[in-house]
């Protein structure tokens, strides 16, 4: 299975253009690839529509023609970017139109700020003291923690005014744990969690504290007047506290996943992605929400390294009956569960998180559909993550 490892990188200035050129390249030769083949597919839906083939039968482009077409006619700043790491560029254009033909959104053109990444997806970097990436040079690195298992690909992320480097390895399965230990957790509307033994989880304080300075750095934006410098600085500005505070939500999403993984061999959570299409959204909840996407997400991989199990369940009902199957209807109101049947009286997350334990699970590793999780979806499209840079 593969397992991914980032580490900060500290490139000199000199570096730092070429990783700058490096990107640029890319992001340009994605969206010419991307234009090409929405004018193609929009040709050949013309000629699908009226039935005529002036040009023959529909010829659809694909990753092979565009690599090929590419490797005769470089321009010269592709020629200064390693081969493979263009034909990556071609990949990701490829993939974006599987994702679309699979039901996800049709692929779209990548500003500068959103085109944040390339990869090396096979050779052409070394790690040793430093990492040397082919056409860039020995970039200093800190490697916090060991690598396991043989290094596959190799990518670079730009993250405002920071870089980092990702490996993504293939390690052993793990032997599967025997099950000794299990929890149910619910997702409190509130940012909260509670496990099945009545133990609830909270994020930090100074989280809280940063979404505050958020807020207000983002009024002070919506001042600024648009085009002008102080509106870009100050972009930037809030744009570093997105940034501290993703790294704060994933640095709580990683703590609290590594003490379920580690105390608990069977997980299971509801599934969040069900639950929603019977709630109505607002802005608060979807927030929250990805908060918890990511901790299921993390759950669920450190579950999987660790040979351990985690599962997602029906979250019908669940705050509406007794742990002896009894129905107690309660609003959000009502905090404590009173049970008239067997006399049970519990807090109302406790016993939902005792329903969600004993559910039998609807999902499970590598089905599609609406089973497919969210975590299990990320995962394959690595480099994809949101915009660095908000505003404008
Ligand atoms: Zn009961």
């Known amino acids: 299975m593969k397992k991914a490892f980032q580490f900060r990188i500290y490139p000199n200035k000199n570096q730092e253009v070429k990783l700058n050129r490096t990107l640029s390249t890319?992001?340009?030769?994605?969206?010419?690839?991307l234009g090409e083949r929405k004018r193609q597919s929009e040709l050949n839906e013309l000629e699908r529509t009226f039935g005529v083939s002036p040009w023959g039968k529909p010829e659809w482009i694909n990753y092979y023609d565009q690599a090929n077409n590419m490797s005769g006619s470089k321009?010269?700043?592709?020629?200064?970017?390693f081969s493979q790491?263009?034909?990556?560029?071609?990949?990701?254009?490829?993939?974006?139109?599987?994702?679309?033909?699979?039901?996800?959104?049709?692929p779209r053109f990548q500003g500068r700020n959103r085109y944040n990444s390339f990869t090396y997806p096979q050779k052409g970097f070394e790690l040793d003291e430093k990492l040397n990436l082919s056409k860039i040079g020995n970039i200093r690195i800190i490697q916090h923690r060991e690598i396991e298992g043989k290094i596959k690909t190799c990518t670079i992320k730009k993250d405002i005014d920071q870089w980092y480097v990702t490996f993504s390895c293939e390690i052993e399965n793990p032997i599967p744990a025997e099950i000794k230990t299990k929890t149910g957790i619910d997702v409190g509307l509130i940012d909260?969690?509670?496990?099945?033994?009545?133990?609830?989880?909270?994020?930090?304080?100074?989280?809280?504290?940063?979404?505050?300075?958020?807020t207000h750095e983002q009024k002070r934006l919506s001042r600024k007047k648009k085009g002008s410098g102080k509106r870009?600085?100050?972009?930037?500005?809030?744009?570093?506290?997105?940034?501290k505070i993703r790294n704060q939500r994933k640095d709580f999403a990683h703590k609290t996943s590594r003490n379920l993984v580690d105390t608990y061999d069977s997980i299971k959570f509801e599934d969040l992605q069900i639950k929603n299409m019977v709630q109505?959204?607002?802005?608060?909840?979807?927030?929250?929400d990805a908060g918890w996407y990511q901790l299921m997400n993390f759950t669920e991989y450190k579950a999987e390294y660790a040979g351990k199990f985690v599962e997602f369940v029906n979250p019908a009902g669940t705050s509406q009956e007794c742990i002896c199957g009894y129905p107690v209807l309660k609003d959000l109101s009502v905090r404590i569960h009173r049970c008239p049947s067997c006399g049970l009286v519990m807090p109302r997350d406790q016993v939902s998180a005792n329903i969600i334990e004993n559910r039998p699970s609807i999902s499970t590793v590598g089905t599609t559909g609406i089973n497919a999780h969210q975590g299990l979806l990320n995962r394959g499209s690595m480099q994809w993550e949101a915009p660095t840079l908000q505003g404008e």
């Open 26 to 33: 890319c992001r340009h030769l994605y969206n010419d690839s």
């Open 232 to 243: 870009n600085r100050q972009r930037i500005i809030v744009a570093k506290v997105h940034r």
């Open 75 to 81: 321009t010269d700043f592709q020629k200064e970017v």
């Open 85 to 106: 790491v263009l034909q990556n560029v071609l990949k990701r254009v490829d993939r974006s139109f599987k994702n679309f033909y699979n039901g996800f959104g049709y």
């Open 280 to 288: 109505n959204h607002c802005l608060a909840k979807s927030i929250s």
């Open 192 to 214: 909260l969690i509670t496990l099945s033994n009545g133990e609830q989880i909270k994020p930090p304080k100074f989280l809280r504290e940063s979404e505050d300075k958020l």
